[in-house]
């Protein structure tokens, strides 16, 4: 009796430790993956896909952090540190560079921009304290429509993103004119048959990670999620709350301009206009399903949140429309899940009480 007692008690520990909704989830994607398998779906190339989605999603899902360890929440205003990041690929095409300076270039210049928008947008959440999320989504969703302007009426004159005819950069924009398709995603990748591991995208990820784990164990960061937990006491220590949580959002809104980058490389393409809109739902999403809550974050839930996210979606899809033989339902399960999914995350975001 004694042995079951403890066995139950260290079940218990465990699933308070990875979170039930965590693992429910997880065991749905391993179901997914067995049905596959039956139907003939092969398991391997599932999961070489969401290495490589992950591994494109990653960094936008760690800008989730620093918000979130802040006290403003989730970063709805991703699309902020997005647009910029996008001006920043076009700038670098604009001015000529290709290959990796034009990665290298991209970055910098991304760093710079969203570093200025992410102070800007930091102070901002800190002259209307309670309503952070409202604010964020009106700010992100807000930018993205301006930046619609800007893309048709910048005079942009590199032909490899205008249109054929009048003025204006086409919607998607390729980027393997400028040698940057698949250019994180193709360094020292490993070719284990079906499957492949996009290396230095994996490790530009990680990397990141590392980076924002380091921070949050300097003082500055200590600080930043001092004052995201306990405010008043923060205050009242003589810590600047209202300095730290800027300083979060720059570095939310610089990971989210990097995390384009990341993205667009491994999808091949820039899309601009209004592709930024919805973005930041499915990284809410991810970092919460992997047991994040509205007031704490790790990189450990960015990554177990990302995979498991990524793993959902690209496995339901081809199973589900492997049972409905003749049919495309990818688009249609792509939005229940995802929607779905997000559902459950923003059921979360309740006050940061968690």
């Keep these: 009796m004694v042995e079951v007692k403890e066995k139950g008690l260290n079940f218990k520990k465990i699933v308070n430790k990875i979170g039930l909704p965590t693992l429910i989830i997880g065991a749905f994607w391993i179901i997914l993956l067995i049905a596959g398998g039956v139907l003939g779906i092969s398991t391997i190339t599932l999961l070489s896909d969401t290495v490589k989605r992950a591994g494109m999603n990653g960094i936008l899902v760690l800008a989730m952090v620093p918000s979130i360890q802040s006290g403003t929440g989730p970063n709805f205003a991703l699309p902020v540190g997005i647009v910029f990041g996008l001006f920043a690929m076009v700038l670098a095409i604009e001015f000529g560079f290709t290959g990796f300076s034009w990665l290298f270039v991209s970055v910098a210049l991304a760093v710079v921009f969203a570093a200025i928008a992410g102070y800007l947008y930091g102070k901002l959440l800190n002259a209307v304290k309670g309503s952070e999320m409202t604010i964020a989504t009106y700010t992100g969703f807000s930018i993205a429509a301006f930046m619609c302007l800007a893309w048709l009426m910048i005079p942009f004159q590199s032909p490899k993103m205008g249109w054929f005819m009048g003025k204006g950069l ?141 793993g959902l979606l690209t496995t339901a899809l081809p199973v589900a429309n492997q049972l409905f033989e003749g049919t495309d339902l990818s688009e249609i399960l792509r939005t229940v899940i995802q929607n779905g999914i997000i559902l459950y995350a923003l059921t979360q975001v309740k006050g940061g009480d968690k």
């Design 170 to 310: 086409r919607e998607t924009i390729q980027l393997d004119a400028v040698g940057g398709a698949h250019i994180l995603s193709n360094l020292w990748r490993i070719d284990l048959g079906r499957f492949i591991i996009p290396t230095g995208m994996i490790l530009a990820f990680l990397l990141c990670c590392m980076i924002v784990w380091l921070y949050f164990r300097s003082k500055s960061g200590i600080a930043i999620s001092a004052g995201g937990i306990n405010p008043r006491f923060a205050q009242a220590s003589g810590i600047n709350i209202n300095k730290n949580r800027v300083k979060a959002n720059i570095l939310s809104t610089v990971l989210g301009a990097v995390g384009i980058i990341v993205y667009s490389q491994g999808y091949g393409y820039a899309q601009l206009y209004t592709a930024p809109l919805m973005m930041a739902f499915p990284a809410v999403a991810a970092v919460l399903i992997g047991g994040a809550t509205a007031s704490r974050a790790k990189i450990s839930h960015v990554i177990i949140g990302t995979f498991i996210f990524q």
